[in-house]
């Protein structure tokens, strides 16, 4: 009881900080609301679920969830292990080598979004990027005047690069922290018993990271859910026809672009849910791994 008159503060704010958001969202979504209606030169309609049924009754947006999750799924797969190996690597380094890898790996995670997708627009530009300079210059047919945003699949694989480097070193640092935390006389015993490299990770290091990783893991599914900014910024909107659309553009797209409050709020409502189930299904699978360990 003591824990929780404790946490009350902590709880008003947080109800108070994105209750009330998503209370409006929900609301807005259930209206016909549009920029006239913002401005108050309308009044708003109450269309009740109909928002929802043109969002679901549309293939474009079943088409922009699917790539939404294959998208974060890559993303998120691809930031837990750079950030793991890292860190184990960070456990087998010197200090001065270790310092360095940090620094570096806090300096991406430090860079605005904005910015470090300018700064890899610019490494990947088509006429001037150093990184089409390098490969012609190493003799790769192809390579000069290489366009990295036209293609869709190559487009999606240059954010998910760009994500994953400003999404690992959460990752390298939270799991670095657990490592330091195990005790070496585990790990010790462990060889003395026979057992390889691979039982020891498995039967002794990854159950006492499993916290860890669990934090880790559904930040990144969080984050790279719901990407907006990289998308936005190095496809331009969106890519070509709109084919490099994520919810979260496709949402800012619908309400902004296209004017339609209500339909934009319903996008975030479902992504909304979606983030709720995919993070609850992903602790009820850890919990069943748990139980049957």
Sequence with gaps: MAALF???????????????????????????????????????????????????????FWTIL??????????????????????????????????????????????????????WLFLFDQDFGLVNEVLTGVGIDGAAGFSWTYDKFVAFGLVAAEVIWCSFPFVLVTTYAGL??????????????????????????????RPVLVIATIQSIIWDFKIFTQIYVMTNGGGVAGQNMVLNVYAYQSAFAGSNYGLGSAIGVVMTVLLILITLAYLRAQRKDEANA
């Design 6 to 60: 404790y946490l009350a503060p902590a709880a008003l704010l947080l109800i108070g900080m994105m209750g009330y958001p998503l209370y409006q969202l929900v609301q807005i979504s259930l209206y016909e609301y549009g920029q006239a209606q913002a401005s108050g030169g309308v009044p708003v309609v109450f269309l009740g679920a109909d928002n929802y049924l043109t969002l679901l009754g549309d293939g474009q």
């Design 66 to 119: 699917v790539q939404t999750c294959v998208f974060a799924a890559v993303c998120v797969v691809g930031s837990l292990a750079v950030g793991i190996a890292l860190a184990v690597l960070a456990t087998r380094i010197s200090p001065l080598p270790r310092l360095l890898l940090f620094l570096a790996a806090i300096g991406a995670w430090a860079t605005p979004a904005m910015a470090g997708s300018t700064v």
């Design 180 to 209: 330091t935390g195990i005790p070496s006389e585990m790990v010790e015993a462990a060889a003395l018993d026979g057992a390889s490299a691979w039982r020891t990770a498995r039967s002794v290091l990854l159950p006492m990271l």
